[in-house]
């Protein structure tokens, strides 16, 4: 009866929001240019948001149910990074997105590219939060592992809050615990920049 209810009201959330999704949007394209652009483009940022916490939620209520299992596929880290990037939707006057592969890269890796872009499309959306100027998506190798990365140049952990609070720290975490090599499981790692701001980083074995 719980699991019921709990379904149809999500269900029933996961279609109101949806719903207003595409309205915010065809507001925010139908004033652009004029003043009201920056307030309908926040409503429509904040509607989509909120539609990625309810998919977080679900994703966290069913690994609790039966524990978050990682479908793993090929994927080019570099290429897969780009259209992450290319995919968010962001407030009028956001602060720049950029994406850069460090070095060692990988040419190819094995991850749940669902699961990984939610991980990093909510860690993305915290950081525009502290963000002066820009926030910087990154991939490479490091002791074996893939780590994808999204550092900002706010004032770091500890002075305005961090990066991924709540429901989106939680969810990071099981998505990189789904992801496992033999003994290794993926990890989450929140740190300052020594050049300022915070970071945050995916490791994903």
């Given at each position: 009866m719980k699991d019921a209810l709990v379904a149809t009201v999500v269900h029933d959330l996961k279609n109101a929001l949806a719903s207003l999704t595409s309205s915010t949007g065809n507001i925010a394209e139908r004033t652009i240019g004029s003043e009201l652009e920056c307030d309908t483009g926040k409503?429509?940022?904040?509607?989509?948001?909120?539609?990625?916490?309810?998919?977080?939620?679900?994703t966290l209520y069913r690994s609790a149910e039966a524990g978050l299992k990682a479908q793993l596929r090929d994927n080019t880290p570099e290429d897969f990074l780009r259209e992450v990037a290319a995919g968010l939707v962001l407030p009028p006057q956001a602060v720049a997105i950029k994406t850069v592969t460090r070095e060692p890269s990988a040419p190819f890796w094995f991850f749940d590219d669902y699961l990984t872009r939610m991980a990093l499309e909510a860690?993305?959306?915290?950081?525009?939060?502290?963000?002066?100027?820009?926030?910087?998506?990154?991939?490479?190798?490091?002791d074996g592992y893939l780590v994808f990365s999204v550092a900002d140049d706010g004032p770091g952990l500890g002075k305005c809050g961090e990066p991924s609070t709540g429901l989106g720290t939680a969810l990071c975490q099981a998505i990189a615990q789904a992801h496992t090599?033999?003994?290794?499981?993926?990890?989450?790692?929140?740190?300052?920049r020594p050049e300022g701001g915070a970071i945050f980083e995916l490791w994903l074995p």
């Open positions: 409503l429509h940022a904040t509607t989509v948001a909120l539609s990625q916490r309810l998919v977080g939620f679900l860690a993305v959306h915290n950081a525009l939060r502290f963000a002066r100027s820009e926030v910087i998506l990154a991939c490479g190798m490091l090599n033999g003994t290794r499981a993926g990890k989450v790692v929140l740190r300052n």
